[in-house]
């Protein structure tokens, strides 16, 4: 009898293995940090988390050609890994774990593989607090079920949460929860959007091609836990006689251009939300955790 991998549904990682792609990730991630080189940890991040590390990389190494002076390893500890079944590719898992960086909040990643000469690569990674993550679905060797992204049992399908949660930073509405990367985000927005003397402009974008494409682990509620990117301008202009306020060294190590009237700041962000089942009580999407990283500048 011929197996079909690609057909068959599967572990997505065996947790040896999960824990060895967390090791590489560490150990590359931290020589990448001290020497400030993207090259030393591009083979170990893609989507959303490579493009944010590789701009701070470029940033750190053109303030410091040297080296990162303030180096302190990452060391991850207290890992909860959660493996989904599923067939095909690409293949992902979640590595949820105690950092000694970002305080009390554990470190959340998503690693993904595209076949089996890749290499595990983390796209995602967020900081959430502890105790904040939902309880999964699990079967009785404790694999986690994958979710479509076109699922329909949802209150909104995975691939449509970036455009969704895009169009809610521009236009508001009542589709997500109130919370620190909602309402307090547009609030904080609208009051800087006009200072005097300068005007601060917002695009959002949905970000889902490739490695940014979103992923999502079955809630035991019925629902989702859905890991997905989105893209971001903000746009600075001074006023006649005036000027945009003197970038900090990192954002000037990636601005092209001079910067005479505006500066124009492109991000990148991953985000969890918590998607409820379609007909579920209280259907409002809820925004768990959100990191966000200058990516590029220009100055005009």
Known sequence: MVVHGE??????????EAAKALEQFTTAYNKADAAYDASLDAPYTTGALGA???????????????????????ALSDVTYTIPKKAGWPRWFVADAKSNKGGDSRWVLVFTRGDLSEPWQAACLT????????????DEDGWAEAVPADSAGLTVAPKDLSQDYATYLKSGGDAFKDGTYTSVLRATRAKNSSKPGLVQ???????????FAPLALRTADGGALVFFSTHHYVKQTAAAGAAVPTPNK????LTTGEIKQSLTMEFVANEIVLDPPRGAGGQQLSVLSRLEGLTAAKGE
Not at 7 to 16: D, S, Y
Not at 127 to 138: D, I, R
């Open 7 to 16: 057909r068959e549904v599967l572990p997505a990682a065996t947790r040896a």
């Open 127 to 138: 900081l959430v607090a502890p105790g904040a993550l939902p309880e999964f679905t699990k």
């Open 250 to 253: 990192s954002v000037a190590a």
């Open 201 to 211: 402009q917002y695009i959002d974008e949905p970000l889902t091609n490739d490695d």
């Open 52 to 74: 944010i590390d590789a701009a701070r990389l470029k940033a750190g190494r053109a303030n410091n050609p040297g080296g990162n002076p303030q180096h302190t390893p990452l």
